[in-house]
């Protein structure tokens, strides 16, 4: 059994169900290359101040780099009784570069290093997947031109209620994926703050220079404070909450594709590479796509409460609870990217089906509103041209007809300030054309939304 690093007080050894209960090792070996870079980083600092010679700093470098050779080949053997990555590399680097590799751990404790750690960790991967929501907000781009003057009905409660372009309806979720990536963006600053130097809690009395071992790292700025600096979980609850948002923006495309790709509505044609068969019913194309993105937003959005959870009552400063830090946030993350990208190949493969989109224009007198607004310019009061316009709709549909089926006379019955250009109004692409309001659905305000939205993306 291999001896503990902080065995020297302990006599005799660690129970077998104690070692297998605390061991982080099965999860956070993922952090290999931050663990080597932050040591790296480290023993340079550490030369540098005088704290250790620089040729011990070379070869602890050296050795580590080895190291990493050893863990991308596959080659490393992971020692369960060693608990966690940083205990893992170390040993490994005494074994190779022998007492020198002892002196790595001066100035530095498991508790700043494993907080390093999954900061460099969690900034790396933010930067994967703000490309990745890149390549979604194309995607969704690049269909919104293909189909820029196709009209559907815009809903409400799930109810017909105005048409609208499908290029405008697809631009309000890249509205959502856009203030993801703010959101993304703005947590890198506080996320890119080296807490190496802080040792357990208190600092420690070498005399190091923690901005020499952030500006090795790539990071701009140091913690202020040692206590919060070792246990400090902010950034990663910040970062969970943002991937639940995420989710769930890619859950309510997910459920209007789901919906929209059913018999009932039959909008869009799922591509046969993202939905799947029966294994009963041999006519069925499944959404599970779409569905799993669903299902999964509830198991984001579940790591969130529970790190809120376990975070929420510890003392300062670090607490083994912490642990429990990296489980959700590699779920998370590998969550959150495979569904970022599967969405982007779903949309980039989405066959539409406009004569569907336009059968379901008729049925829900979808310009009411307009037949309203129109009454307003003719002088009636807008809560008095919403009660005439409800009148005519009742009739309307006693009769079996669109607004613009009846006749003159029989909308006068309740509109009596109706002339015949209300007719004009009544057009659904007239409906749509006028709604030239900042943010409207009309198409060159559409076509210009997409223009901005292309010259982000450089499309």
Known sequence: ??????????????????????????FDQRLFPQDIAGSQAHARMLARQGIIAPEEAEAIVRGLEEIRGEMEAGEFSWDPALEDVHMAVESRLIAKIGEVGRKLHTARSRNDQVALDVRLFLAGEIE?????????????????????????????????????????????HDEM?????????????????????????????FPIDPQFSASQLGFPEVFRNSLDAVSDRDFLLEFLAHSSIMMVHLSRLAEELIIWSSSEFAFVDLPDAYATGSSIMPQKKNPDVPELVRGKCGRVCGHLL????????????????LQE??????????????????????????KIRPERMAAALHGGFLTATDMADYLVTKGVPFRTAHEQVGQTVQYAETQKKELWELTLEEIRRFAPQADADLFEWLKIENSVARRTSPGGTA???????????????SL
Do not use: C
């Not at 059994?1 to 099965?26: C, H, I, N, Y």
């Not at 919104?144 to 409660?157: D, I, S």
């Not at 959700?328 to 190949?345: N, S, W």
């Open 1 to 26: 059994m291999a001896k503990k690093p902080w065995g020297g007080r302990f006599q005799g050894g660690t129970e077998q169900e104690v070692e297998a209960f605390t061991s982080s090792l099965d």
């Open 128 to 172: 994967g997947l703000l490309g990745d929501l890149t390549d979604l907000r194309r995607a969704g781009a690049r269909l919104a031109r293909r189909h820029l003057g196709v009209l559907m009905p815009g809903y409400t409660h799930l109810q017909r209620a105005q048409p609208i372009l499908f290029s405008h309806h697809l631009l309000a």
């Open 177 to 205: 994926w856009r203030r993801d990536q703010a959101r993304l963006t703005e947590s890198l600053a506080r996320i890119r703050v080296s807490p190496l130097g802080a040792a357990a809690l208190a600092g420690t009395t």
């Open 306 to 321: 529970g790190l809120l959870m376990t975070v929420k009552g510890l003392p300062l400063a670090y607490n083994r609870d």
């Open 325 to 350: 830090d990296k489980e959700p946030l590699f779920d998370t993350l590998d969550t959150v990217k495979a569904a970022v990208r599967l969405m982007t190949g779903l949309l980039g493969n989405l």
């Open 443 to 457: 198409p060159a305000r559409v076509a210009a939304a997409l223009a901005r939205v292309e010259e982000e993306l």
